[in-house]
């Protein structure tokens, strides 16, 4: 009888310590979103420093003084310690791909242009509230657009979450 009650004792343990595990494991997971939500919201932070720097199409990277869209985000990305290719194409092959309605603040967010409908062109940075954060034209440079307005619409390729 002692045996029995120390092995319901045993049982009843090991149950509970396992309860206690799964608890843990799904509270812990709102933390990587946070972490991830907060590195996203420093993407923004450093790249907003740049708002109004001019455009020049094939910027050279770690400048300041003049970005196209790709060495923007290559700079920008760099300086939360993730590092991307130079070509708005092949930053498109980085990360996981993102479907537009889940797009979180740091997110990559790729179009097409006149080199060909469906072909990534342009690359811009999700900056929350269908905002994007890049640059893409003489006399604009770094700006915030919305995603929603027509061309942005048209031209969408697709997203990469890199962070």
């Not at 309860?19 to 946070?34: D, F, N, Q, Y």
């Not at 300041?64 to 700079?75: N, V």
């Not at 469906?118 to 770094?142: C, D, P, Q, S």
């Amino acid at each position: 009888m002692i045996t029995r009650n120390k092995f319901i004792r045993t049982i009843a343990q090991i149950g509970l310590c396992a309860a206690i595990g799964m608890s843990s494991l799904t509270l812990a997971a709102p933390h990587k979103a946070e972490a991830a939500t907060s590195r996203g919201d420093k993407v923004i932070s450093i790249g907003k420093k740049y708002l109004g720097v001019r455009y020049q199409f094939g910027a050279p990277t770690g400048t300041t003084r003049t970005f196209d869209c790709s060495s923007f985000t290559k700079y920008i990305y760099k300086k939360v310690g993730v590092s991307l290719p130079r070509i708005s194409k092949d930053q498109a092959k980085k990360g996981y791909k993102v479907a537009k309605s889940n797009l979180r603040k740091g997110d990559l967010v790729f179009f097409w242009g006149r080199n060909g409908k469906g072909r990534v062109a342009h690359v811009a940075i999700y900056a929350g509230n269908n905002k994007l954060l890049h640059t893409y034209k003489k006399g604009v440079g770094v700006t915030y657009s919305s995603l929603n307005s027509s061309y942005w619409k048209k031209h969408y390729v697709t997203a990469r979450r890199v962070l």
